[in-house]
């Protein structure tokens, strides 16, 4: 990728540091094999380097912002089993940060550094109180009990507003990674028969995006069947596609670690029943009112508060509930989220949106009585005049879906 947009990505991290302020972001670990090494994200965003257990710093001392590199030595024994790990010059070249070393000097250094810190920042936020601990989790315990009077803090705060407005890169990643899902799309399209299972769906997903050179999907993707559905999270993907099913995918392919994230709805039969037809129109009505929506300034909130007022109306007009506060039953989620490097990316889900912005525009109703769950998802850039829709091209028109459908065999 282009130096220059690392380093300006750098150049903007250091400009929020204070004096005599640290950002230690680690990599990911390397995985006990036979799992996959996937990169951490805010790692990579500053880095471009794929090699797990490294450390990046910045250091701000007398104005001036320093960036370091750690990465590991390597055993030659090791070489057979592991491959060789890149050396400090690779490593520089990739990163366009000069000073490499290796991570057995990492806490030589940063006990130095630390002499005159005041602050400090880490990769240390996990989802959940049951995450597993990390490397960063170790050192943030020992630089609190060594040096009590630096203060710890994650470092979202400086890397939601740069990871929040996409650059051209982001934007070609994430383009990409749409590109090659509708792809797995199309495919899925073509070749789903009713009395298949759900999974061989997934496999032409896989095998779509996989030989595109993406080597995983962003998420376990959703392909469910009939009333599978209207389970909003279901990722089993293990039963037999009735005759006159509906088919609701949400699924992404993982471009350089950039999401796609697309849903859409199609009948496995290749036409729509009425019923079907006429909950899809109102979804689709949504999905396009939604979208058209989007434009610097308004918050997601409001996106949200939208879409409420009109699947509300939609399911009087489908004579699924008789009193507003019913919606409820029928949809349960928001409407959209920040994407990028995380599927839910960083960005809060109630912020203002701003050129650069990627988001998600998913409107749904969910009918589990009548087998019925229908999605549509779209990736929408928000640009200086309004949005660019970025996956236009896969479709969503109930006649460019049946025309898909039947162009099998
Ligand atoms: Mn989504």
Same mark, same amino acid.
């Given at each position: 990728m282009d130096k220059k947009i690392l380093q300006k990505r750098r150049n903007d991290l250091g400009n929020q540091l204070q004096n005599n302020e640290v950002v230690i972001i680690f990599a990911q670990s390397a995985p006990a094999y036979p799992r996959y090494f996937l990169q951490d994200n805010n790692? *990579? =965003?500053? &880095?471009? *380097? +794929?090699?797990?257990?490294?450390?990046?710093?910045? +250091?701000?001392?007398?104005?001036?912002?320093?960036?370091? *590199?750690?990465?590991?030595?390597g055993i030659p024994e090791m070489v057979v089993w592991e491959g060789a790990k890149l050396s400090p010059k690779e490593a520089a070249e990739i990163s366009a940060i000069d000073q490499v070393h290796h991570l057995d000097e990492f806490k030589w250094n940063l006990s130095r550094t630390l002499q005159a810190t005041k602050k400090c920042y880490l990769n240390i936020k996990v989802q959940s109180l049951d995450s597993d601990l990390k490397k960063q989790h170790k050192l943030s315990a020992e630089?609190?009990?060594?040096?009590? =009077? !630096? !203060? *710890?803090?994650?470092?979202?705060d400086l890397i939601i507003p740069l990871r929040n407005i996409k650059d051209k890169y982001e934007i070609n990643c994430i383009k990409k990674a749409i590109e090659h899902t509708r792809e797995g799309i199309i495919s899925i399209l073509k070749n789903a028969e009713p009395g298949m299972m759900e999974y061989e769906l997934e496999a032409l997903l896989n095998y779509e995006i996989m030989r595109r050179g993406d080597m995983h999907l962003g998420f376990k993707p959703i392909i469910a069947s009939g009333k599978n559905a209207a389970t909003l999270h279901y990722i089993d993907n293990n039963c037999r596609i009735g005759k006159n099913d509906l088919i609701l995918l949400d699924v992404g392919a993982l471009h350089k670690n950039y999401n796609a994230d697309i849903s859409r709805t199609f009948p496995v039969a290749g036409k729509f029943t009425d019923r079907q037809a006429e909950v899809y129109e109102e979804v689709l009505k949504i999905n396009k009112a939604i979208i058209e929506k989007v434009k610097p300034g308004i918050s997601l909130t409001a996106l949200n508060e939208a879409t409420v007022e009109m699947i509300t109306a939609s399911l009087f007009k489908l004579k699924l509930i008789s009193d507003k506060s019913e919606y409820r039953k =029928? =949809? #349960?989620?928001?409407?959209?989220?920040?994407?990028? #490097?995380? &599927?839910?990316?960083?960005g809060s889900r109630v912020s203002v949106l701003e050129p650069g912005n990627v988001i998600t525009v998913e409107p749904g109703i969910y009918i589990p009585d009548e087998n019925i769950g229908v999605r549509i998802e779209d990736d929408i850039l928000v640009t200086e005049k309004g949005y660019e829709n970025l996956s236009v091209d896969i479709p969503k028109e109930i006649d460019d879906l049946v025309a898909a459908i039947i162009k099998r065999g």
């Amino acid at each position: 990728m282009d130096k220059k947009i690392l380093q300006k990505r750098r150049n903007d991290l250091g400009n929020q540091l204070q004096n005599n302020e640290v950002v230690i972001i680690f990599a990911q670990s390397a995985p006990a094999y036979p799992r996959y090494f996937l990169q951490d994200n805010n790692f *990579l =965003y500053f &880095t471009d *380097l +794929e090699i797990p257990d490294a450390v990046f710093v910045a +250091e701000k001392n007398q104005d001036k912002v320093n960036f370091s *590199l750690f990465i590991d030595r390597g055993i030659p024994e090791m070489v057979v089993w592991e491959g060789a790990k890149l050396s400090p010059k690779e490593a520089a070249e990739i990163s366009a940060i000069d000073q490499v070393h290796h991570l057995d000097e990492f806490k030589w250094n940063l006990s130095r550094t630390l002499q005159a810190t005041k602050k400090c920042y880490l990769n240390i936020k996990v989802q959940s109180l049951d995450s597993d601990l990390k490397k960063q989790h170790k050192l943030s315990a020992e630089i609190k009990q060594k040096f009590p =009077y !630096i !203060i *710890l803090q994650d470092i979202s705060d400086l890397i939601i507003p740069l990871r929040n407005i996409k650059d051209k890169y982001e934007i070609n990643c994430i383009k990409k990674a749409i590109e090659h899902t509708r792809e797995g799309i199309i495919s899925i399209l073509k070749n789903a028969e009713p009395g298949m299972m759900e999974y061989e769906l997934e496999a032409l997903l896989n095998y779509e995006i996989m030989r595109r050179g993406d080597m995983h999907l962003g998420f376990k993707p959703i392909i469910a069947s009939g009333k599978n559905a209207a389970t909003l999270h279901y990722i089993d993907n293990n039963c037999r596609i009735g005759k006159n099913d509906l088919i609701l995918l949400d699924v992404g392919a993982l471009h350089k670690n950039y999401n796609a994230d697309i849903s859409r709805t199609f009948p496995v039969a290749g036409k729509f029943t009425d019923r079907q037809a006429e909950v899809y129109e109102e979804v689709l009505k949504i999905n396009k009112a939604i979208i058209e929506k989007v434009k610097p300034g308004i918050s997601l909130t409001a996106l949200n508060e939208a879409t409420v007022e009109m699947i509300t109306a939609s399911l009087f007009k489908l004579k699924l509930i008789s009193d507003k506060s019913e919606y409820r039953k =029928y =949809y #349960m989620h928001s409407v959209s989220h920040h994407l990028g #490097m995380d &599927t839910h990316d960083v960005g809060s889900r109630v912020s203002v949106l701003e050129p650069g912005n990627v988001i998600t525009v998913e409107p749904g109703i969910y009918i589990p009585d009548e087998n019925i769950g229908v999605r549509i998802e779209d990736d929408i850039l928000v640009t200086e005049k309004g949005y660019e829709n970025l996956s236009v091209d896969i479709p969503k028109e109930i006649d460019d879906l049946v025309a898909a459908i039947i162009k099998r065999g």
